[in-house]
């Protein structure tokens, strides 16, 4: 995952799975979806599932993701996402030693989350992080807004930084522009994709022409 490979507005869509599915019946739509356009990884994000069935989700879904040249990290754990092989991990500010990770996913992308805090996403970056997540930047259902961020940080990083910078938290096509034009390497959507009236295909198009139109 690097900066500024992504269409003419710069940005690509950094997808995480809906919180709960059934990982076999999923293989199809998300087929679907990583057909219909530009996806730069995936993120399986199952809070409050057993190892075992992560594993399994594991098993089921990151072959077709990698069928389609996508990256598939696993959210909050290092440690399993090392041991089933995925491409990295993504964590949260209370997900294990950030340090310690970067050791393990030694070659593997390691991504943190960093909120509205300019500190948090220097100290990611001191620590090898390959990207930076900030957020939320627009009201989600996906999970409880605690922190909120504004385009100025964006901004900030992708002036300041070389590595790159994921926006996420309730980002939709119509919405994402600003996002993008501040600088965001990747834009994080789950409901934009998975909730998209006429299907996830759909949901990967408008996402794809919102951020090129950007």
Not at 7 to 14: F, Q, V
Not at 127 to 134: E, K, L, M
Not at 181 to 199: E, I, M, Q, T, Y
Not at 203 to 214: K, L, P, S, T
Request: net charge negative.
């Amino acid at each position: 995952m690097t900066k500024g490979d992504g269409g003419s507005g710069g940005s690509r869509l950094y997808l995480i799975t809906p919180p709960k599915l059934d990982p076999v019946a999923f293989r199809e739509t998300l087929a679907a979806a990583l057909d219909a356009g530009d996806v730069a990884c995936l993120q399986l994000r199952l809070k409050d599932a057993s190892p075992d069935d992560v594993k399994r989700a594991v098993d089921a879904l990151m072959p077709v993701a990698h069928a389609h040249d996508v990256a598939f990290i696993l959210n909050d754990d290092a440690i399993l996402a090392h041991r089933l092989g995925c491409d990295g991990a993504h964590l949260g500010q209370s997900d294990g030693d950030h340090a310690g990770a970067r050791m393990l996913l030694d070659g593997k992308i390691l991504g943190i989350t960093c909120h509205a805090s300019r500190h948090l996403a220097m100290t990611a970056g001191e620590q090898g992080a390959d990207y930076v997540a900030f957020g939320a930047f627009f009201p989600t259902d996906t999970k409880e807004t605690v922190h909120t961020a504004g385009t100025d940080l964006l901004e900030w990083w992708s002036e300041m930084m070389e590595i790159p910078c994921v926006a996420i938290g309730g980002i939709m096509a119509q919405n994402c522009a600003p996002l993008v034009r501040a600088g965001a390497d990747f834009l994080a959507v789950v409901g934009a994709v998975w909730n998209h009236p006429d299907g996830a295909p759909a949901g990967v198009r408008a996402m794809n022409a919102a951020i090129d139109a950007a």
